[in-house]
């Protein structure tokens, strides 16, 4: 059974920063692309970054520069470094672990940025 569990979301004030963790079980988490997204509500959810497993990144234009994605292939955990927060960041954000043809999606864990 695939299991992807999102933690560390939480309040933070503007330009705060937060960190959060999506660890994954029953998958060869080494051989997945992971990703991070999120949905603010009202809107479509939208890619913010992903890792090959490889180890090459891609960010949104969005949060390039604020935002790092990492993984540890011993830990089977991707990460999220959020930094320099702006209200705009507020949304549920998810990970995702891919590996064609299949892809699997965490719980989602609340991050909202608010004075």
């Known amino acids: 059974q695939v299991q992807l569990v999102e933690s560390g979301g939480g309040l933070v004030q503007p330009g705060g920063s937060l960190r959060l963790s999506c660890a994954a079980s029953g998958i060869i988490f080494s051989g997945y692309i992971m990703s991070w997204y999120r949905q603010a509500p009202g809107k479509e959810r939208e890619s913010v970054a992903s890792?090959?497993?490889?180890?090459?990144?891609n960010y949104a234009d969005s949060v390039k520069g604020r935002f790092t994605i990492s993984r540890d292939n011993a830990r089977n955990t991707v990460y999220l470094q959020m930094n320099s927060l702006k209200p705009e960041d507020t949304a549920v954000y998810y990970c995702k672990a891919y590996r064609w043809p299949r892809d699997y999606w965490g719980q989602g864990t609340q991050v909202t940025v608010s004075s």
């Open positions: 890792m090959s497993s490889g180890g090459t990144a």
